[in-house]
């Protein structure tokens, strides 16, 4: 994990070391004080009263001067020292968000999208807190602690044997502590996960939440979370007010132990007054930084509690990735071919299981049966949003699984009935079909989805801000706009997952009209609960949970008086309609 850790200081060796040399500096301007100290009570505030007046300026001086580079030493630690750790910072959160990008579907499937939120905001902060704090104070602290110690040594060597036996029971008190407050900050990381992901549900489902008035059930669900959360850093306080607590103990006794050792060294006749003031301010610099460290340790556990979660997501290995010789694709037909396609979710129970299906370049096939019985899984594997456990799925031939995952998703347009906006524009929505679109080409594009005339209704046209996920549009509004999308990718294959099934009779028609424009000249494969925008299709795939069950064009299916005769005679009573 320390490994791991490190290689984000790599880009940032210069900062890193000219950090650690500065540090350095302070150290030894903060141990040189008390020798100074020292060496002018016994050296030179004994002598005549001129040379005490000439030499002192001298010495005011050269004090200045330290106190000048300790000064500089201490703004760079304080600001680029910590410019080192927010770069650190955005670094990890890139390479975090890239990963994320990277996760397929089965990964977003099992983990909430708060908690994902946590990681990338909250845990990261502490991480770069810990990346630049961290080091620096290890570093002072151990310099002081070490340099400190030597000079006492020198001072007196029994009294610091002394000191040295009670610092020893201080650290293995303190690493005791430290075991227990790293379980419990990971805990603490958790729940805060915890309470991210019920904020995230509530404030996105909100219309559902006011249109159910269950405005009081969204409270007492975060009032849980919040609780455990609560919980959860009350153990982490009583955790470190035992190790904050128990470690100024142990720094009384230290004082404790000077105090009555030097009254009998001195009794002794082998410690001098000078000696033990000397050496008591030794004692400071040398509990100074035993103090960082306690206060550091809370810092260090929150820090590696958010590290390990971090490297938890980035350790995690995509399913869906480019094989060695993968190849791109650019130019295709569009003929598709589903061979004995097997595939089940958590690698026990099948969603399908031995499909075969032959689409040939420029068809439209549709795929109808109950809710569950694998028509969306079928249009999943496709783009390769999940691999197929048993089988093959090839275009024009090839393989999917040779082919580069972003060239295969490039030749697929997937038109769903749940339309997700971003914030933003209408232009950038209908843009990122193609980001690097024209003005020409998103207005076309917008034509084509029947939605220019709207567009232009709006106080600023393809300017309209759309608010968070759409919310100014209406359901059909929306759709068109997805249509414009797929319209401006102009891909040689299609999807249509339910494209219209939501929507109200008028705005089907409009965007009937738009997906016929859009299926034109592509091999497409639609998913649909109105058979009535289906009869023209080259065939229809009828699957319930046994697979595959029937298959054939409108009228041949209805002939068979089977399963699709069935439904299409519950949709419409029985009754022919055009």
Not at 114 to 140: C, R, Y
Not at 197 to 205: P, T
Not at 248 to 268: D, K, M, P, Q
Request: aromatic share 12%; hydrophobic share 40%.
């Amino acid at each position: 994990m320390l490994k791991k850790f490190l290689k984000y200081y790599k880009p940032y060796k210069f900062l890193f070391f000219t950090d650690m040399f500065c540090a350095l500096m302070v150290s030894i301007i903060d141990l040189s004080f008390p020798l100074i100290l020292s060496y002018l009570s016994k050296y030179f505030f004994t002598k005549s009263r001129d040379v005490i007046i000439h030499g002192i300026f001298y010495i005011g001086i050269a004090l200045v001067i330290l106190y000048i580079i300790k000064y500089f030493c201490q703004y760079f630690i304080a600001s680029w020292g910590h410019i080192m750790g927010a770069r650190m910072e955005n670094k990890m959160r890139s390479d975090l968000f890239e990963h994320l990008q990277k996760l397929s579907f089965s990964y977003y499937d099992e983990n909430n999208t708060g908690q994902m939120m946590s990681k990338i905001i909250s845990d990261l902060f502490d991480i770069s807190e810990l990346a630049h704090h961290g080091p620096e104070n290890v570093f002072i602290s151990a310099i002081k602690i070490i340099g400190s110690f030597i000079i006492l040594l020198f001072i007196n060597v029994k009294m610091t044997f002394i000191l040295l036996v009670i610092t020893m029971i201080m650290v293995v008190f303190s690493i005791f502590k430290n075991k227990k407050m790293g379980a419990i900050f990971l805990d603490n990381r958790r729940k805060m996960a915890n309470i991210n992901s019920a904020v995230q549900d509530s404030l996105v489902g909100i219309r559902t939440v006011k249109s159910f008035a269950n405005e009081r059930l969204e409270e007492k669900k975060f009032d849980k979370s919040n609780r455990e959360y609560l919980d959860s850093r009350v153990n982490s306080y009583k955790i470190m007010g035992e190790f904050i607590a128990g470690n100024a103990f142990f720094e009384g006794i230290l004082y404790v132990s000077i105090i009555v050792s030097g009254a009998i060294f001195i009794v002794n006749g082998s410690l001098r007054v000078t000696d033990l003031a000397i050496y008591a301010l030794y004692i400071n610099i040398f509990i100074n930084p035993i103090d960082i460290l306690i206060n550091f340790a809370e810092q260090f556990q929150k820090g590696y509690a958010g590290f390990r979660r971090f490297m938890e997501v980035v350790e995690t290995c995509p399913e869906i990735v480019d094989r060695k010789d993968a190849k791109e694709l650019k130019h295709i037909t569009g003929d598709i071919e589903y061979k004995d396609v097997s595939f089940s979710y958590d690698g026990k129970q099948d969603v399908l299981k031995d499909i075969n299906i032959k689409i040939e370049a420029g068809e439209n096939i549709a795929l109808v049966g109950p809710s569950g019985a694998g028509k969306t899984t079928i249009c999943s594997l496709l783009p390769r949003f999940y691999d197929v456990t048993k089988g093959s799925i090839t275009i024009d031939g090839e393989d999917i699984r040779n082919i580069k995952v972003h060239s295969l998703r490039n030749l697929i347009g997937i038109v769903q009935q749940d339309v997700y906006m971003f914030s933003g524009t209408v232009k950038d929505n209908i843009k990122y079909g193609k980001p690097d679109a024209s003005d020409e080409e998103i207005i076309r594009a917008a034509k084509e989805a029947n939605i220019h005339d709207y567009i232009m209704t709006l106080d600023d046209g393809y300017d309209t801000y759309i608010g968070e996920r759409g919310t100014r549009l209406s359901g059909g509004q929306k759709q068109r706009l997805s249509i414009s999308r797929v319209f401006l990718k102009n891909p040689p294959i299609l999807i249509l997952d339910e494209a219209t099934s939501a929507l109200d009779n008028e705005s089907e028609r409009f965007i009937q009209n738009s997906l016929e424009k859009l299926s034109k000249n592509r091999t497409t494969i639609v998913i649909a609960h109105r058979l009535s925008t289906i009869r023209n299709a080259d065939e229809i795939i009828v699957i319930d949970n046994d697979g595959i069950r029937e298959r054939g064009n409108h009228s041949e299916l209805l002939n068979k008086n089977g399963l699709y005769a069935e439904y299409y005679n519950m949709q419409f009573e029985g009754i022919e309609t055009i």
